[in-house]
């Protein structure tokens, strides 16, 4: 169900989108949890004939706060944007979230955001849904301004899975402590990395290994690792297979944390290209070794057993 978006970066929308179905949020990696509730939103949609309009913030309301918060993010605005077309979406509505719009109290941002401007007739939202200065406002106080201003709170229930909530929060957990193809049910998609080939030491070219090196940027630093990888490249549909590390490569007392990918049967120059890196299996654990013919050893080894899992 791909459906064509309109975006936003304001309250104005047109006469088309307003009196529609509103969902608010962050939605950092649109999980399964997030799918319960866009589903809910497209049973609306389709009994009261209405449209479906998200609105979203960036930079993410946490990482503005607190600035010390620099790998945060599980997908990039880029990947939110392609995967909300298949969720049945009519529009976007991506605010700038700064300082002014931080100052705005959580009634008026209901009063005159969310009823004059965009005349909501639905607003679907989490039992811990916090907006306002300060996070003042909570889902109880959108309740008790349903009948004044004349909306209709849907509160979906959270998505269990073995005891846990599903949310952005255990994914970005699971990231994190190596639990990748646990994280990719979750998602119910693989977790990827959308960054451009930068020029580097070429030290992996130097040991037999070329790599495209990648800066991670803001996204969460996964468990520092070697991970059996596809990537795609921009406009191309072929899809390559290879081998990722994401660390500081500790045999060459590096600082600076890269994400390094090695392309199987391929040589051509991806300098400045943009690629998306899919993990697909984590490996191991980031290690130091003593020398460079160890490195190439465990390299090796390595690479066998990521053909076996791409295979």
């Known amino acids: 169900m791909v459906s064509k978006i309109e975006f936003y970066n304001n309250f104005k929308v047109s006469k088309i989108h307003k009196r529609s179905i509103l969902l608010i949020g962050n939605f950092d990696g649109l999980h399964l949890g997030h799918q319960k509730l866009f589903k809910l939103a497209n049973h609306y949609k389709k009994k009261f004939k209405l449209k479906i309009g ?3 913030f960036e930079p993410m309301p946490k990482m503005y706060f607190n600035k010390s918060i620099k790998n945060f993010r599980i997908f990039n605005l880029n990947q939110k944007k392609k995967i909300l077309k298949n969720l049945g979406i009519d529009f976007i509505i991506i605010k ?5 719009f931080s100052k705005i109290k959580s009634y008026p941002f209901i009063k005159d955001i969310l009823c004059k401007c965009l005349k909501a007739k639905y607003i679907f939202v989490s039992d811990n849904f916090r907006f306002g200065n300060k996070r003042e406002g909570n889902v109880n106080q959108l309740i008790k301004n349903e009948k004044e201003l004349k909306f209709k709170i849907v509160k979906s229930k959270p998505l269990v ?3 846990k909530v599903i949310s952005s929060t255990l994914i970005r957990n699971l990231l994190s402590n190596g639990k990748l193809e646990y994280a990719n049910q979750l998602l119910a998609r693989k977790w990827s990395i959308e960054s451009k080939v930068q ?7 130097e ?3 070329p790599t495209c090196n990648m800066d991670i940027k803001d996204y969460v630093i996964p468990k520092l690792g070697v991970y059996a990888v596809r990537i795609y490249q921009k406009n191309k549909r072929k899809i ?3 081998i990722a590390n994401i660390g ?3 045999t060459f007392n590096q600082k600076k944390l890269l994400l390094e990918v090695h392309i199987f049967n391929f040589s051509s120059n991806l300098y400045n290209k943009h690629l998306t890196i899919e993990f697909i299996n984590f490996i191991r654990k980031e290690k130091k070794f003593k020398n460079i013919n160890e490195l190439k050893k465990q390299i090796n080894l390595d690479l066998k057993l990521v053909k076996k899992k791409l295979n």
């Open 54 to 56: 998200i609105i979203t």
């Open 240 to 242: 390559l297979k290879g």
């Open 207 to 209: 040991i037999g290994f």
């Open 96 to 100: 700038k979230f700064d300082k002014k």
């Open 199 to 205: 020029k580097g030491r070429q030290m992996g070219k």
């Open 161 to 163: 899975l073995k005891n």
């Open 248 to 250: 500081y490569r500790p």
